[in-house]
């Protein structure tokens, strides 16, 4: 959301703190010096388009037009520049294949099936048809000068019908691992209710693309790194359901080697002709049903079948001049409003840009907004709930704790009055389109843990989720002594609290402005308001999702910040309290994918930190 009064990127110079990489290494003086230097060629040869070592707008055989930009992790960042539409998701062939889904003359919706489809099948350690999610969809106005509709559909995991609030109590691993940590998978009604919505192409079109994807493809970067995990290598390498899979020959498959999932295959192309009804009845369901009671769940057919999203008008707030739709309880959508609307009251927070005081103000708003969060769960299952979460994503209730953000020093967690422990998930992709229509779709779907339950159909070849670790486990206070909130216990058919904040942005005159959301558990939305700060700073998309990232949830009391941050805010941030830890920005935290529109150009980035590239055309 950069604002209307700022240039468009590629047009300015970058701020010169843009890509400072300070390491405490007592080089300072130099690395600046250099940094500017290339910094000031790059942008004169970015402006005239000079290609240098490969940095220069490229469109290649598919008409996607991307730049190689600057980026602090170990993996290439692109920005993609595009008129018609644009789909940034975490891997290359998946928003590809969403962009095939545009130019095929499908719309938004279309697209974020078909990618969200990909992404379970080169990705399941993220998310697939065995896990949930949530999305905002923005329908544009259907003449100029009306106004759009936006609504979010909740395909979030619920609870089998036998849970209950004390299932883990005596084996905690169990909301974990293993068929009792399966909530019953949302993601295929999800897609299905988007489509008869508002899709345009025939469904299996949609999801055809998967189909042929499942037959085989090469491991990509990410899965080979997530399959050489030390805490995998009994599961890959033992278990005869994901030995087939990840090692049908004995060794481990490498990065670049085919990997198959036929019966994944099979099973969406049954998919693709009957629709989500054969995964929730019928053989594909008495397989996963079988397996989840096989290995300790009880979930039963009646659950899956009972299986209902749920379809909203979008959480609606303001940001300054702009409009922000995102997702409601039990996603931390309401967490993210408040953030903003605590950071709207310092009125010159957007000139004044990076300053170490600003960034000591925006670590204070993530600090109200994770006590903000422990008051979160589904709404429906608690009287008080629905008043109490209301109220968080007001400017009223923003007006009321703004007071207590001081500029002088941070506090210790309890200041914030956060009331309970909030667990987090891991093992999530997000996904951003828009189309030549204005049609957008923000989508975030997740397994929860990396690789969910750890359980795989291998007659269907589907992977099912662990969101019943999503719940809160009663009696056993967190390491900091902070007890489990019991608003967040499970009951059957509930919704486990979530971090993801899958968020649309309008400006000032209603158009479209941005689409965003991430992964990386209790880090989501953090990483997001960060990125959309990062926007208002004057950061082009990839710039703002690339940028080091920091993080603080109370407990434990300290703020952790990404090693490529500038020296001098660090400092800024020790001198006012805060416990200060640098992480390599390396380490797999929270990835951000964006759609961004200026005039009528379009710009989509995926994070680098997960090898993510967009696409656009
Ligand atoms: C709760 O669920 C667990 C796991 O299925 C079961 O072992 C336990 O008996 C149930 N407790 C009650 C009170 O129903
Ligand atoms: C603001 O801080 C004061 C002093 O710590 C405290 O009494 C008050 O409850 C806080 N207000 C809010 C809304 O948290
Ligand atoms: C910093 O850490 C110390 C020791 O753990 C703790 O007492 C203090 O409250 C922390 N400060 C903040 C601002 O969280
Ligand atoms: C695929 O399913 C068949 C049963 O339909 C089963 O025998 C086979 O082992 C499965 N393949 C894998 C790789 O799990």
Same mark, same amino acid.
């Given at each position: 959301?950069?604002d209307? !009064?700022?240039?468009?990127?590629f047009?300015s110079?970058?701020?010169p703190h843009?890509y400072q990489i300070?390491?405490?290494? %007592?080089?300072?003086?130099?690395?600046?010096?250099?940094l500017?230097?290339?910094v000031l060629t790059t942008?004169a040869?970015?402006?005239?388009?000079?290609?240098?070592l490969?940095?220069? @707008?490229r469109?290649?055989?598919?008409?996607i037009?991307r730049l190689?930009?600057?980026s +602090?992790?170990?993996?290439?960042?692109y920005l993609i520049?595009?008129?018609?539409g644009?789909?940034a998701?975490?891997?290359?062939?998946?928003s590809g294949i969403?962009?095939?889904?545009l130019?095929?003359?499908g719309?938004a919706v279309?697209a974020?099936?078909s990618t969200?489809?990909?992404?379970?099948v080169?990705n399941m350690?993220?998310?697939?048809?065995?896990? /949930?999610?949530?999305m905002?969809?923005?329908?544009?106005?259907? +003449?100029?000068g009306?106004t759009?509709q936006v609504?979010t559909i909740?395909?979030?995991e619920?609870?089998? /019908?036998?849970?209950?609030?004390? &299932?883990?109590?005596g084996d905690?691993?169990?909301?974990?691992f293993g068929?009792?940590?399966?909530g019953?998978?949302?993601?295929?009604?999800?897609?299905?209710?988007a489509? !008869?919505r508002w899709?345009k192409?025939? @469904?299996?079109?949609?999801v055809?693309p998967?189909?042929?994807?499942?037959?085989? @493809?090469r491991?990509?970067?990410?899965?080979?790194?997530?399959m050489?995990?030390?805490m995998?290598?009994?599961l890959?390498l033992?278990?005869p359901d @994901?030995k087939?899979?990840?090692?049908?020959?004995?060794p481990l498959?490498?990065?670049g080697?085919i990997?198959?999932?036929?019966?994944?295959s099979n099973?969406?192309?049954k998919i693709?002709l009957?629709?989500?009804?054969a995964?929730?009845k019928?053989?594909?369901?008495?397989a996963?049903?079988?397996?989840i009671q096989?290995?300790?769940?009880v &979930?039963?057919?009646?659950d899956?079948?009972g299986?209902?999203?749920?379809?909203s008008?979008?959480l609606e707030?303001?940001?300054r001049?702009r409009?922000?739709?995102?997702?409601?309880?039990?996603t931390s959508g309401?967490?993210?409003l408040h953030?903003?609307n605590l950071?709207?009251?310092?009125?010159e927070?957007?000139?004044?840009?990076?300053t +170490?005081l600003?960034?000591h103000r925006l670590?204070?708003?993530?600090?109200?907004?994770?006590?903000?969060r422990t008051?979160v769960?589904d709404? !429906?299952?608690d009287? !008080?709930?629905?008043s109490?979460?209301a109220e968080?994503s007001?400017k009223?209730?923003a007006d009321?704790?703004f007071?207590?953000?001081?500029d002088?020093?941070?506090?210790?967690p309890?200041?914030y009055?956060?009331?309970?422990?909030?667990?987090?998930?891991h093992g999530?992709?997000?996904?951003s *389109?828009?189309d =030549?229509?204005?049609?957008?779709v923000a989508?975030?779907?997740?397994?929860?843990?990396v690789?969910?339950?750890?359980?795989m159909d291998p007659?269907?070849g589907?992977?099912?989720?662990?969101e &019943?670790?999503d719940?809160s486990?009663?009696?056993v206070?967190n390491a900091?002594?902070l007890?489990p909130?019991?608003?967040?216990y499970?009951e059957p058919?509930?919704?486990?609290?979530s971090s993801t904040?899958?968020?649309?942005?309008?400006d000032e005159?209603?158009e479209?402005?941005?689409? *965003?959301?991430?992964s990386?558990g209790?880090?989501i939305?953090?990483a997001?308001f960060?990125?959309?700060?990062n926007?208002n700073?004057g950061?082009?998309?990839s710039?703002a999702i690339e940028? =080091?990232?920091?993080?603080?949830?109370? #407990?434990p009391?300290r703020?952790e910040i990404d090693?490529? #941050?500038?020296?001098?805010?660090?400092?800024?941030?020790k001198?006012? /309290?805060?416990?200060v830890t *640098?992480?390599?920005?390396?380490?797999?935290?929270?990835?951000?994918?964006a759609?961004?529109k200026? %005039?009528?150009?379009?710009?989509?980035a995926s994070d680098s930190r997960k090898?993510?590239i967009?696409a656009?055309?």
């Amino acid at each position: 959301m950069q604002d209307s !009064k700022s240039q468009p990127y590629f047009l300015s110079v970058p701020h010169p703190h843009q890509y400072q990489i300070h390491r405490c290494n %007592g080089r300072k003086a130099l690395v600046p010096l250099l940094l500017l230097f290339t910094v000031l060629t790059t942008s004169a040869l970015y402006a005239l388009n000079i290609p240098l070592l490969g940095i220069a @707008w490229r469109t290649d055989d598919l008409g996607i037009t991307r730049l190689r930009v600057p980026s +602090s992790t170990r993996n290439p960042a692109y920005l993609i520049k595009a008129s018609r539409g644009a789909v940034a998701s975490e891997n290359e062939l998946c928003s590809g294949i969403g962009v095939d889904t545009l130019k095929a003359g499908g719309n938004a919706v279309d697209a974020a099936v078909s990618t969200t489809l990909c992404i379970g099948v080169v990705n399941m350690f993220s998310s697939g048809i065995g896990g /949930g999610g949530f999305m905002t969809v923005r329908i544009p106005p259907s +003449s100029s000068g009306g106004t759009s509709q936006v609504y979010t559909i909740d395909f979030r995991e619920t609870a089998p /019908g036998r849970a209950n609030k004390t &299932m883990y109590v005596g084996d905690p691993l169990s909301a974990l691992f293993g068929g009792l940590s399966v909530g019953v998978p949302g993601e295929l009604r999800g897609l299905e209710e988007a489509h !008869k919505r508002w899709g345009k192409l025939p @469904w299996h079109r949609l999801v055809q693309p998967s189909v042929e994807l499942a037959q085989g @493809w090469r491991v990509p970067t990410e899965l080979a790194r997530r399959m050489r995990f030390e805490m995998f290598s009994e599961l890959m390498l033992n278990n005869p359901d @994901w030995k087939a899979i990840f090692a049908p020959n004995g060794p481990l498959l490498q990065e670049g080697e085919i990997i198959r999932r036929t019966n994944l295959s099979n099973t969406l192309s049954k998919i693709a002709l009957e629709g989500a009804d054969a995964f929730y009845k019928g053989p594909i369901a008495d397989a996963i049903i079988a397996k989840i009671q096989a290995t300790g769940g009880v &979930m039963t057919h009646e659950d899956l079948e009972g299986y209902r999203v749920k379809v909203s008008r979008a959480l609606e707030g303001t940001y300054r001049d702009r409009k922000v739709y995102t997702t409601h309880a039990p996603t931390s959508g309401p967490v993210l409003l408040h953030m903003l609307n605590l950071m709207e009251h310092f009125e010159e927070f957007e000139e004044e840009g990076r300053t +170490s005081l600003a960034v000591h103000r925006l670590t204070e708003a993530m600090k109200f907004g994770f006590a903000a969060r422990t008051k979160v769960c589904d709404p !429906k299952f608690d009287s !008080k709930a629905q008043s109490r979460i209301a109220e968080l994503s007001t400017k009223e209730f923003a007006d009321l704790i703004f007071p207590n953000v001081t500029d002088d020093t941070t506090h210790p967690p309890d200041y914030y009055h956060p009331i309970f422990d909030a667990p987090t998930d891991h093992g999530t992709s997000h996904s951003s *389109i828009l189309d =030549g229509d204005g049609m957008a779709v923000a989508i975030t779907s997740t397994v929860n843990l990396v690789f969910g339950s750890q359980v795989m159909d291998p007659i269907t070849g589907v992977l099912l989720n662990d969101e &019943m670790d999503d719940f809160s486990t009663p009696g056993v206070p967190n390491a900091f002594g902070l007890y489990p909130s019991p608003y967040n216990y499970p009951e059957p058919f509930k919704r486990p609290l979530s971090s993801t904040t899958p968020t649309i942005v309008e400006d000032e005159s209603g158009e479209f402005l941005l689409a *965003i959301g991430g992964s990386g558990g209790s880090r989501i939305f953090g990483a997001v308001f960060q990125t959309m700060l990062n926007l208002n700073w004057g950061l082009d998309v990839s710039a703002a999702i690339e940028y =080091g990232r920091l993080h603080d949830q109370l #407990y434990p009391s300290r703020v952790e910040i990404d090693d490529v #941050y500038p020296q001098e805010i660090i400092e800024g941030l020790k001198l006012r /309290g805060h416990n200060v830890t *640098i992480a390599d920005v390396n380490r797999v935290a929270a990835v951000v994918q964006a759609v961004y529109k200026s %005039g009528n150009t379009i710009y989509a980035a995926s994070d680098s930190r997960k090898n993510g590239i967009a696409a656009g055309y």
